[in-house]
């Protein structure tokens, strides 16, 4: 049910003999994986902008706003993303990516008619559930299509989709925010639609199309497992194949290589607070620290964001390719320099004293982030065990999820318990930043060298 699977065969030169998809058909996978991405990135920066909006009309405390972005988002995915991308292992990865692509529609859509709280926080868990196995699917569908030559560049061009949502996110998000702030409520039957709520309901159709799209791609044939691959019982009985869905062997090829696996998980981690928890407050620090409205702040982002990530990407490009013509540990000495840059720019953006110096630093934080995210995740891609790819990226993805999502809520919490006053929320940013983000960047320098010495061993099996 996986698809056809290749072999592969050493040359003379060490490199692996296989026959690739067209550059066609791999380049139009990636554009509809981009287009996805998009749209997944879009949902969580508009939302974001949404965030006051939400907490006046709900009656929510700067916790339960925080849960709601975050912690709501992942209840959900820890029981059920694990096992999903299970699925993005033994069946065809377009449908697992095209399906996921349409309950996420379904669900931002339907978050649009939540009348309560708690009907909100049911509809952030869903649509985390929904899209849980998108990354895994979209990296191993990515990894089985472009040779490993390409591979970084294909990663590289992957993050078009984090661009556009990120830039277009703020730039449209506040725009529509200003559009439907003089909109009054809507009855529909039962049903009480505030003007924000609209914006919700029209974005899911873009998803139910892009998953239709996924139809028109084609699926590249899998890699046969390495002789040394971890692998599960054949004749497996329920009890057994029901752990191998969860995770299980999945896991262990993780903890088989500790020292590899470990110090890139844990940074991920760590770093996800500022790539989420931070992200989502970006929008309220600069409403409560400089008075700014949604339609300035999402103009300003939208340019800044759209410079920095260009900038990011060059830099990410060049940098890591000029590393691999020295180092085998390239992508992850990068990602090392880049997650010290991402540091340094948060801290000093929360610092700032004014509103476009603030902004400014975060566009820098912006650039280091997606500098280091190419060579980060093929970094990951390089080294999984290819026949369980898809959850041992499931795994990594859930740490930058659940501390993204913890983040938000931890920034929340502190504010309310030890800073209080709202215009006094950098604060609360900036102490999670400054305990976080220095121990990320520490453990991804501790993962270079670890990580080296597996892309030698593989080297060497011709893999």
Known sequence: MAGVVATANPDANGMVERDWPSS????????????????????????????????????????????????????????VGIPLARLADIYPRKYVLGGGAALVGVIIALGGLAQSFGQFVGSRVFLAAGGSAHAPSAYSLLADAFPPKKLTRAFALLQFGFIGGTTLGPLIGGMLVMMTAPWGPTQLGPLTILGWQWILIFMGIPSLLVGLLFLTVKEPPRLAPAADAPKAPQSAGFGRSLLTFMGFDAFRAINAKPRVYYPLFGALALSAVESFGLQFWRVPFMVRSFGWNEGQIGAALGATVLVASLSGLLLGGVFSEWLSRRYKDANVRAATCCFAGTTVSTIAALLMPTAWGSMIMFGVAAMFGIAGAVPQNAAVQRVAPNEMRGQVTAFYLFMFTFFGAMGSYVVGKVQDLLFVDPTQLWKSMLLTACVLLPLATFLMFRAIKPYREEVERLEALGR
């Open 24 to 79: 066609g058909a791999a380049y139009w996978a990636l554009f509809v994986i981009v287009l996805a991405t998009f749209l997944t990135f879009f949902d969580a920066i508009t939302f974001s902008m949404l965030a006051e909006r939400i907490k006046r009309d709900f009656g929510l405390t700067d916790s339960q706003l925080g849960f709601l972005a975050g912690p709501a988002s992942i209840i959900c995915y820890f029981f």
